[in-house]
């Protein structure tokens, strides 16, 4: 428990690294003055030697300049030059502004799902390629050293080839408020697939569907099965607002996957956020089981989040080095087209697409 409270505290307020003598730090703006803002980036860039906040923005000017105030940001609106982009805006808003800042010359670490649709997260990374810059879906938990060695352990063949894999994740009744928050707001890309079945799915065929509605639009809960290339079953749980148990026990968020194989089964729990805490319970068939946990890289602090392995990675990426962990612009199409055939599935249609026409 102690080691659990150490991290948190260590991970929100991370000690401060010192410039290095021979690397520039970048100079990150972030759009929109976020919930996720102070956890994804804001806290994550003060332990990193070559990342800076250096400017926010957000549609009410007043608020950015509290939210900047508040996190010791220089810049409120920022200029058009000298920073890059972290775009932590609604789903639906990612595509228009991923584009503005990719046609400023602008890197961009880009909130999950990348966009409303494949075809707009295509464009998005066609632009990136054509301009030469980076631009990275923040899937953050295939950063963390956790999640490398569930990998590496299902990749050993120890638990044999691959069955089915079940994943749920699920927040209770009362954290999202259904009234106003992004999630459950269609017209800005809301729905539990789109908010939490992106961190669940690969390139997988739909078979079938099931949600739970908070509005015509709008799914609360998703389940639904798919099929991969080899036989494999693979079953997906997103809700955004669990109704309590037996009506009035809140329940805990479930951020779990099942791996069943041929000689075992691996188990990992709250795969999407390790660093606060996790396990990978790993049973194999007539062998006596047990339970790994992995905090750290062997050059890393146990504190280190998810958010921060992400930021170093696309840090390391733009300074142009080979970053460890990298999510792929055919990781990001891929998961919106498996997640757009997953609402075409079940009648409820893609979220919007954008309005934005870019000019060039
Ligand atoms: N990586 C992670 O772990 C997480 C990622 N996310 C992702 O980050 C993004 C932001 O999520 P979160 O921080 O929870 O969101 P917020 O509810 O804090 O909204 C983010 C920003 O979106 C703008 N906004 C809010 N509502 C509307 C609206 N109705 N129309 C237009 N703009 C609006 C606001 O910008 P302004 O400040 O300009 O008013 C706000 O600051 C999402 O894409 C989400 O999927 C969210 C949580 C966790
Ligand atoms: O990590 C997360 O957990 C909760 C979600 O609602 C959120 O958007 C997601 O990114």
Same mark, same amino acid.
């Given at each position: ?40 980036? &804001? ?30 940001? @220089? ?18 808003l990612h595509y228009e502004w991923t584009m503005k800042a ?55 063949? @120890? ?22 928050? &992004? ?43 798919? @099929?991969?290339?080899?036989? &494999?079953?693979?079953? &997906? ?124």
């Amino acid at each position: 428990m102690l080691d659990i409270i150490s991290r948190l505290r260590k991970t929100t307020n991370p000690p401060e690294a010192k410039p290095l003598p021979d690397s520039q730090p970048i100079r990150f703006g972030i759009l929109g003055a976020a919930t996720i803002g102070p956890m994804a980036i &804001i806290a994550p860039a003060k332990s990193l030697s070559e990342a800076v906040i250096y400017a926010v923005a957000a549609r009410d000017k007043d608020r950015a300049a509290q939210y900047a105030k508040k996190h010791g940001i @220089e810049k409120v609106f920022g200029g058009p030059s000298g920073y890059q982009g972290a775009t932590q805006l609604p789903n639906g808003l990612h595509y228009e502004w991923t584009m503005k800042a990719l046609a400023a010359g602008k890197h961009v670490l880009l909130e999950k799902p990348a966009a409303n649709t494949a075809e707009e997260t295509r464009q998005m990374f066609d632009s990136a390629e054509k301009k030469g810059l980076v631009l990275l879906e923040a899937v953050h938990y295939r950063f963390h050293p956790a999640v490398h060695r569930a990998k590496a352990i299902l990749e050993s063949g @120890e638990l044999g080839p691959i069955k089915s894999t079940h994943s749920s994740l699920a927040m209770p009744r009362g954290l999202f408020n259904p009234t106003n928050d &992004i999630r459950f707001n269609y017209s800005v890309g809301g729905g539990a697939l789109m908010d939490m079945g992106c961190y669940t799915i690969g390139p997988i065929s739909v078979v079938s569907v099931e949600h739970e509605l908070s509005s015509p639009q709008v799914d609360r809960k998703t389940t639904a099965k798919f @099929e991969l290339p080899g036989g &494999i079953t693979s079953t &997906i749980m997103c809700d955004l607002s669990m109704p309590p148990y037996l009506g009035f026990v809140p329940n805990m968020p479930t951020f779990t996957v099942v791996v069943e194989c041929e000689k075992g089964q691996l188990e990992m729990f709250n795969y999407v956020a390790p660093h606060f805490m996790h396990s990978i319970s790993i049973k194999p068939v007539g062998k006596k089981g047990r339970v790994e946990k992995v905090y750290k890289y062997p050059d890393g602090e146990d504190w280190h989040s998810t958010y921060r392995h992400q930021l170093e990675a696309f840090v390391s990426k733009v300074k142009g080095r080979t970053p460890r962990t990298w999510v792929t612009r055919e990781d990001s199409i891929k998961n919106m087209e498996v997640i757009e055939s997953v609402y075409a599935k079940s009648g409820l249609g893609s979220r919007p697409k954008s309005r934005y026409v870019p000019s060039d």
